[in-house]
């Protein structure tokens, strides 16, 4: 699977939107972006995923680039119930069925 | 809404010793995996299985682990004989068909601490 790259860490406010990027450079035509996060002391959650249209749902917009090689997942008002880690992951559409995760971004949630 | 059940939340074993992990997939999912967390560290792969086999392991996953679907409702991980290193936080996860679009499920986790 291709790599990503993500900030370490974000801080945001309560009710502000947050903007999480992601980069992959090297993605291929045939990989989706997904979004995963992990609250404190919870599995992962399956949050959005994407191919090369932008994407809305209950919890979160992506927005991914022309060029598909970075991708921004939004929080459009943030609470602190938001405080996770968020991790990019690319899966190819013919590649193996695991996930592979990266650290992810540790954002952080001002009241 | 629908939920991966792992049990249980906590295991305390002695080194040496054997474990089985539970976890319940979603009923209407075709493929289970088990992932685990080193505190501090990231979520590693360990094992993907369907249609009553292993379809892809990690290099973690040697021979002292194995997986199983006793009953078609129950999809447990064996450690048989327990080391220090194998202290972590061990996920169960079900996915429906598979396929590169679809959302993992993922359960809360085991935490597995070995004396």
């Known amino acids: 699977d291709a790599k990503t790259t993500q900030p370490n860490s974000m801080e945001s406010n309560e009710e502000e939107p947050v903007h999480l990027p992601c980069n992959h450079s090297?993605?291929?035509?045939?990989?989706?972006i997904h979004w995963y996060r992990q609250l404190p002391s919870q599995g992962p959650e399956y949050v959005i995923h994407?191919?090369?249209s932008n994407v809305n749902n209950r919890m979160a917009s992506l927005a991914i680039a022309e060029d598909r090689k970075s991708s921004t997942l939004i929080l459009h008002r943030a609470t602190l119930r938001d405080a996770a880690v968020y991790y990019c992951i690319l899966r190819d559409i013919q590649g193996a069925q695991k996930l592979v995760f990266g650290q992810g971004t540790r954002l952080t949630i001002n009241p | 809404e629908p939920e991966v059940t792992q049990t249980p939340s906590h295991q305390v074993t002695q080194m040496g010793q054997e474990v089985i992990l539970r976890c319940v997939p979603i009923?209407?999912?075709?493929?289970f995996y088990w992932y685990r967390q080193i505190l501090g560290q990231k979520v590693e792969f360990l094992v993907s299985?369907?249609?009553?086999?292993?379809?892809?392991k990690s290099e973690i996953f040697d021979d002292q682990f194995s997986v199983e679907r006793p009953d078609g409702s129950n999809f447990t991980l064996k450690i048989r004989s327990t080391k220090l290193e194998d202290s972590a936080m061990y996920f169960c996860?079900?996915?429906?068909?598979?396929?590169?679009?679809?959302?993992?499920?993922f359960g809360s986790g085991t935490r597995l601490t070995v004396v």
């Open positions: 299985f369907y249609n009553n086999e292993i379809s892809e």
């Open positions: 090297t993605i291929s035509g045939t990989d989706y």
């Open positions: 009923s209407n999912h075709l493929y």
């Open positions: 994407g191919l090369t």
């Open positions: 996860a079900s996915q429906q068909f598979g396929e590169s679009s679809d959302g993992y499920t």
